[in-house]
Nanobody
Framework: QVQLVESGGGLVQAGGSLRLSCAAS????????MAWFRRAREKEREFVAG????????LYADSVKGRFTISRDNSWKTMYLQMNDLKPEDTAVYFC????????????????WGQGTQVTVSS
């Protein structure tokens, strides 16, 4: 079992940056593949980025590639999402998720979820 808590969301102007954190509790954080998803208003939750348990493998949605960077620190049981050059279309609630499987872009592959943190990008 792992519990996930996101933080770092907020209001930022277009072109700005934010760093989201996902703090995990539980003994086996390092064994989990982790990911960020987001849900914009009236849209389905979508995959943003994922990272393997070792941190060696990463995967990004095309819409964020080159602007967002996912990382993790297993010693601190924390995952991060550095978001640069933010756009209004990045506005969403961002969720972190964990799975014992490999990186996957589908929600159903993830067993554990945080409550989400709101990111709002103004134009």
């Amino acid at each position: 079992q792992v519990q996930l808590v996101e933080s770092g969301g907020g209001l930022v102007q277009a072109g700005g940056s934010l760093r989201l954190s996902c703090a995990a509790s539980g003994r086996t954080f390092s064994g989990y593949t982790m990911a960020w998803f987001r849900r914009a208003r009236e849209k389905e939750r979508e995959f943003v980025a994922g990272i393997s348990w070792s941190g060696i493998s990463e995967l990004y949605a095309d819409s964020v590639k080159g602007r967002f960077t996912i990382s993790r620190d297993n010693s601190w049981k924390t995952m991060y999402l550095q978001m640069n050059d933010l756009k209004p279309e990045d506005t969403a609630v961002y969720f972190c998720a964990a799975t014992f499987g490999t990186i996957d872009t589908t929600m159903n592959s993830y067993n554990f979820w945080g409550q989400g943190t709101q990111v709002t990008v103004s134009s």
